[in-house]
């Protein structure tokens, strides 16, 4: 009964864990590869694997280490480095929130305003969403997320399959692809889409306090990760095998079909059916996202601003500040060692113990329109923002993952881990985490910088495929639509490849 146990949580660990990663980040995987090309695309992924797995088993490893009061990582970062370490971790993780909130308004407005063309303008569709997902962000709390976010993670998933069958299929009987054209910035800018990608190790401390053996967190994490990163390789190899450097940033924003043409930015037209479903479930994502995302900034303004969700104190009788979160299980689940169950210890189940409490705070008369004052006006900070910077998805995704993403994902575990176990780590592991911490410090602070440029000072001769030699930089290497219509009209196979000579419209 406990091995069975024990794998109905490891089960649990692991699709929270796929879960958390598996979102937005995925579209742009066949663009890493198209800035970096495939030698050094996968050299990037790798190295980014490494850092993150290893961001997370440090984690991990401390929270091992742990007083069992020790939940978040808000908290860890108070038991390493004080209150500094827990403001720069709550600061950090709030920009991240805020960011990926604006990332998804941005994305769901794109795509609306390609589903339903000419209707209104890209700023409506933007307010739209905001509006529509409001009464998400109105639902006082997510106790009961694991539905909402495996939901979340099957609509990014049918989102890729869909958008990569639709280029396999778009992009059938092409030549050899075209190679990018190799500058340092664009292979930096690879970090910022696989920052976004990988963003496991915020969650780590409040799965591991869930596990009833969490010495088993490090193996499930790394076999996690593991498998994510294959997956991460094949939507990047699969998308890059058909277009080699031409898919400039968002998989879905290159195969689905202009209303005026039917034709996507690739040339070849796809099935609008298709192209509408991988859009809708991608819609589905970010719509669930952007509210779960927001909960844990509104929490904390909330006890900011407004006074509520005040910690209470634990009687010391129920725990000792030196023992662990695992011999803390360990003691709950042996009865012979203590009576007393796991759901009476409040250290164990603060969230469980103070969730009939938290919602008699929101349903009171003196807090419900200040919070909800609070939520909305927030969302409308977003919007702006998001209104602002709507023709900026790329440059703003790249921004939020090289800057504070990498800081609360990849950093900040690091140097805790090196800040309390420096004595017991070998000498390659500590020389690792170095490099690790220089490397993903100096590339962040790099793409934040030319990320955050283009968002103030926009190129505005941006070319349609930016990571291609200049003679591909505007035109489609092999438009598949004007072969067709070649072998139609008995045109020349050349006619494939000189598409700049007829404008769309003579393809529709």
Excluded at 149 to 163: E, K, M, R
């Amino acid at each position: 009964m406990a091995k069975s146990s024990t794998t109905s949580e490891d089960a649990k660990i692991v699709i929270s864990l796929f879960c958390c990663v598996s979102g937005i980040g995925t579209l742009g995987m066949p663009g890493n590869f198209s800035r970096a090309g495939p030698i050094l695309g996968t050299a990037a992924l790798v190295f980014m694997a490494f850092a993150n797995i290893y961001a997370s088993l440090a984690c991990s490893k401390v929270m091992l280490r742990a007083p069992a009061h020790v939940q978040t990582l808000g908290d860890l970062g108070q038991w390493c480095s004080g209150t500094i370490g827990r403001h720069t971790v709550q600061i950090s993780q709030v920009a991240v929130c805020l960011l990926t909130a604006c990332v998804f308004l941005e994305l769901g407005g794109d795509m609306l305003n390609s589903l339903f063309p000419v209707a209104f303008s890209k700023t409506f569709w933007i307010i739209f969403m905001a509006v529509s997902v409001s009464p998400l962000c109105l639902t006082p709390t997510l106790k009961e997320g694991a539905g909402v976010a495996l939901a979340g993670c099957a609509g990014t998933i049918i989102a890729d399959v869909l958008g990569l069958t639709l280029l396999l299929t778009g992009m059938s009987g092409h030549p050899s692809i075209p190679q990018p054209d190799l500058n340092f910035d664009q292979i930096a800018g690879a970090f910022g889409n696989l920052s976004l990608a990988y963003s496991a190790a915020v969650v780590i401390p409040s799965l591991q306090i869930e596990h009833s053996k969490p010495e088993r967190m490090p193996f499930l994490i790394g076999a996690t990760l593991g498998v994510v990163t294959l997956m991460f390789f094949a939507i990047a190899a699969t998308g890059y095998s058909a277009v080699g450097c031409q898919i400039s940033g968002n998989l879905l924003f290159s195969v689905f079909p202009d209303h005026r043409t039917g034709l996507s930015a690739l040339g070849f037209r796809p099935h609008k059916g298709m192209a509408v479903l991988a859009y809708l479930a991608m819609q589905m994502h970010v719509t669930i996202a952007f509210s779960v995302f927001l909960h844990p900034t509104f929490y904390m303004l909330e006890r900011l601003l407004l006074g509520m969700h005040k910690p209470k104190s634990v009687d010391p009788k129920y725990y000792n500040l030196e023992t662990t979160s695992g011999q803390l299980h360990e003691i709950c689940v042996t009865p012979e060692r203590n009576e007393t169950s796991v759901q009476s210890l409040p250290i164990i189940t603060e969230h469980e113990s103070t969730y009939v409490e938290e919602g008699e705070e929101y349903t009171s008369s003196s807090n419900m329109l200040k919070y909800v004052a609070l939520r909305l006006t927030l969302v409308a900070l977003l919007v702006i923002t998001a209104i602002i910077f709507q023709n900026k998805i790329n440059e703003f995704a790249d921004f939020t993952g090289a800057s504070f993403i990498s800081i609360s994902c990849i950093l900040l575990p690091i140097v805790f881990y090196l800040q309390k176990l420096w004595k017991e780590i070998p000498l390659w592991e500590k020389a690792a985490a170095i490099i690790v911490l220089i490397v993903c410090g100096g590339l962040g602070s790099y793409e934040t910088y030319t990320s955050g440029r283009d968002l103030v000072v926009p190129d505005t001769d941006k070319p349609d495929f930016p990571f291609c030699r200049p003679e591909l930089e505007d035109i489609v290497y092999y438009n598949a639509t004007a072969v067709q219509l070649g072998q139609q009209t008995g045109f020349p196979p050349e006619f494939a490849y000189a598409d700049q000579l007829f404008p769309p419209s003579y393809f529709r």
